[in-house]
């Protein structure tokens, strides 16, 4: 494969960094981005050794609205031409709504919807005008279920799972694609981080993935051009079970009897 190159957030930890390990073993350059900068430099280190590939490192906080111009500068400087977009960095908070203080909700939405939005914003363009492009975006199973209490989750979740598949309708045609991956429960820091950890734990074995296993079928769905992706058996028929109309359906009205097109 010539040289291409994926931007990943969220690539210090879990499935993020996981995404780092599967596309530098496909032979694509690397550009990681999370906070955690240190992190970053030693998987850079391993990837190179591993594999021989080109892999910079941005530390950024995507919960600053200055992070996705700042990131694709820093691309733009190094003359990397970003051809596969993992927009992954995320976290679900877990205070009441109204005890939360503004900061920390605008914070998750700047996170998982403005900074999701803005990437994909600024790389399609050059993907739809190269005539290749990937994109995928991490939603989550929450896209598919009932509102939780309080949370921003599964509301943000719905948003990246909706705007895909439209970003998708679009690019298609020029050769890009964009899918939606929604994982359920995926062994990650992810719970560390929400203090659900402890909860979490007694969860069944069978309700959860590794994160090999979700990239894999994140990353096969988004080369087939399948706009969203809900990874292994028990996710699918969690999130089948959830909705009337199964999301494949959903999909075709939308592309095929939108009055607005
Ligand atoms: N694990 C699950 O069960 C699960 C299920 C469905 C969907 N997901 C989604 O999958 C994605 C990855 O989650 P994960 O499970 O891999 O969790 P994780 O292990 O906690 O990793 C989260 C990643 O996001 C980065 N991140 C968080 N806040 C950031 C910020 N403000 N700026 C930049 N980077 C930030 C973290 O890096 P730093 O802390 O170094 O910044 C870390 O690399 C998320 O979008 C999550 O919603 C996870």
């Given at each position: ?6 931007l ?5 930890a879990?499935?993020?960094?996981t995404?780092?390990?599967?596309l530098?073993?496909?032979?694509y350059?690397l ?15 391993e990837?190179?050794?591993?594999h ?24 733009d400087r190094q003359?990397?031409?970003i ?11 877990k ?9 920390e909700?605008?914070?998750?939405i ?5 900074a ?6 600024r790389?399609a363009p ?6 290749w492009?990937r ?5 989550s199973?929450?896209?598919?279920a009932?509102p ?8 943000i979740?719905s948003y990246?799972l909706?705007?895909s598949?439209?970003l ?6 020029y050769?890009?694609?964009?899918t ?5 429960f ?5 719970h560390?981080v ?20 979700v990239?894999?079928?994140?990353y096969?769905a ?5 706009p ?19 999301e494949?359906?959903?999909?075709l009205l939308g ?7």
């Amino acid at each position: 494969m010539s040289q291409r190159t994926a931007l990943i957030t969220g690539a210090s930890a879990g499935i993020g960094a996981t995404f780092a390990r599967f596309l530098a073993a496909e032979g694509y350059n690397l550009l990681l981005v999370a906070r955690r900068e240190e992190r970053l430099r030693e998987l850079a280190q391993e990837l190179t050794a591993a594999h021989g590939i080109r892999c910079d490192v941005f530390a950024a906080d995507l919960t600053d609205p200055a992070a996705p111009a700042a990131i694709i500068d820093f691309a733009d400087r190094q003359g990397l031409t970003i051809d596969f977009l993992v927009n992954n960095a995320g976290l679900s908070g877990k205070s009441k709504f109204v005890d939360a203080p503004w900061k920390e909700l605008a914070g998750e939405i700047q996170l998982m919807i403005t900074a999701v939005t803005e990437l994909a914003h600024r790389v399609a363009p050059g993907m739809k005008a190269r005539g290749w492009g990937r994109i995928i975006n991490l939603s989550s199973i929450a896209a598919f279920a009932p509102p939780g209490e309080s949370l921003l989750y599964t509301g943000i979740k719905s948003y990246v799972l909706n705007i895909s598949q439209s970003l998708d309708m679009e690019l298609k045609p020029y050769g890009v694609h964009v899918t939606a991956l929604c994982p359920g429960f995926t062994w990650s820091e992810f719970h560390d981080v929400m203090g659900t950890r402890d909860t979490t734990n007694k969860f069944p074995d069978f309700l959860w993935q590794q994160p090999e296993e979700v990239v894999k079928e994140g990353y096969e769905a988004v080369m087939k051009g399948k706009p969203f992706c809900v990874p292994g058996k028990v996710n699918k028929a969690i999130a089948a079970s959830m909705r009337p109309v199964p999301e494949s359906v959903r999909y075709l009205l939308g592309k095929t009897f939108n009055p607005f097109k």
